[in-house]
């Protein structure tokens, strides 16, 4: 999906790294051996997000001169919104089977308004809501509000022609003072809970800073250049192996250690936006791998679906078909669902706007202008490259 109104290429590599992340969410879901750290597949995303976003409005700011904040949050409801709205409506009608397994301590109602109203997160961290099978929502929730106010933000910064030299830094000590804000204000969860600070948009925003970090790093031809080199080969060599050595280390009890909120979940957020880096600028091995057809093609259509329906399919499954009978059942079931919510639901949808849009184009006299942020000409070269990426969120 085309997130401004020009043309653009995909990164296949980064559609694979999406399909990789919510197989780490949905086999930690699933209780899979060595699969303890879901929050790997969600910092990934959240790295991708950040990176993705900061790209595109960059890139717009670029080639048209402006950033249209109203039609990038447009673009964004048109976008997750209805596979969102199907999903609360599965859940909702299907309340009554699945609240027997999914451990919810509030009723479907208010599950069903925290998560269209994108507060999941902040229900999970202030008021202590664990909305069953509508707990994954969280995610997007924070998603959602970091792109009401990072895009504002990253406008203004432009239009005050703030250079590269003082962003950077500045977005780096932002990462590491939540990363340390974390570790001072953990407080051990009962029980296997996971802490309330995990869900915090102010103290979780690491991932998403670190990618956004990067989209402005990656402005400079220096960079590029070095990234299309042995550097990114190191990039994605790093970002690898310190995810799946988290992987392996991490142990069931990770949510009861101080260590992992405040170190290890922003070292996988800057692991994380060092394989984007390497993937997205290197054609290595990794990035071959996550180029594949069925593998980028999956991750561009079907992995924001699986992230919404596996937890709902995985609480009307397992307990019908227990064990690894029931697992491989519920895989199998959520893939089909999401391929399906794809096809039904955001295709469909996906139509009807660029229809739209093309009558936009065709009668612009039939269009008031809407109000935009800034000019170009206000931009420091050194923050905007005409040689920017060129990509595509999902």
């Keep these: 999906m085309s997130e401004i109104e020009m043309p653009l290429h995909r990164v296949q590599p980064l559609d694979g790294l999406r399909t990789i992340a919510i197989a780490f969410v949905v086999l930690f879901h699933l209780h899979v051996p060595f699969f303890s750290g879901g929050f790997i597949g969600v910092n990934i995303f959240f790295a991708l997000s950040g990176y993705l976003i900061t790209s595109l409005l960059i890139r717009e700011r670029a080639n048209t001169g402006q950033i249209s904040l109203g039609k990038f949050w447009l673009r964004r409801i048109i976008r997750l ?3 969102l709205l199907a999903v609360v409506i599965a859940v909702t009608c ?22 269209l109203s994108y507060t999941g997160n902040i229900g999970r ?15 997007l929730a924070m998603e959602e509000q970091f792109y009401l106010i990072w895009p504002p933000v990253l406008a203004l910064l432009l239009r005050l022609r703030v250079r590269r030299s003082v962003l950077v ?9 939540s990363a340390a804000a974390s570790w001072a204000m953990y407080r051990m969860p009962g029980g296997g809970a996971t802490p309330d600070i995990y869900f915090s948009p102010v103290l979780d925003v690491g991932p998403l800073l670190s990618g956004a970090l990067l989209a402005v790093i990656v402005q400079s031809p220096k960079v590029k250049n070095h990234l ?28 009861r250690q101080a260590f992992v909120i405040g170190a290890v979940l922003p070292v996988v957020g800057v692991a ?20 594949l057809r069925p593998i980028a093609w999956f991750g561009r259509n079907g992995s924001y679906g699986l992230y919404l329906w596996h937890v709902m399919v995985i609480a009307l499954i397992l307990p019908l078909v227990p064990g690894p009978l029931g697992v491989i059942a519920a895989i199998l079931v959520s893939i089909a669902v999401s391929i399906g919510s794809h096809f039904a639901v955001e295709r469909p949808v996906s139509a009807l706007r660029n229809r739209v849009q ?27 490259s005409a040689g920017g990426p060129q990509v595509l969120n999902r």
């Design 94 to 115: 299907l309340w009554a089977t699945i609240a027997v397994y999914s451990k919810s301590n509030v009723d479907e109602w208010t599950d069903a308004l925290l998560a």
């Design 169 to 177: 830094p500045s977005l780096g000590a932002l990462i590491v003072g």
């Design 81 to 83: 919104y209805p596979t």
């Design 272 to 291: 994380s936006t060092l394989l984007i880096a390497g993937v997205a600028h290197r054609r290595t091995f990794v990035a071959r791998f996550l180029a």
């Design 358 to 384: 093309r009558q936009l184009r065709d009668n612009p006299s039939t269009v008031k202008a809407k109000p935009t942020i800034g000019r170009i000409e206000s931009a420091p070269r050194e923050l905007v």
């Design 125 to 139: 961290w202030i008021w202590h809501r664990s909305m069953g099978p509508l707990a994954q929502t969280w995610s």
């Design 228 to 255: 299309a080199g042995p550097l990114g080969v190191w990039c994605t060599a790093v970002g690898v192996a310190i995810l799946i050595a988290v992987e392996l280390a991490l142990t069931s009890n990770w949510t």
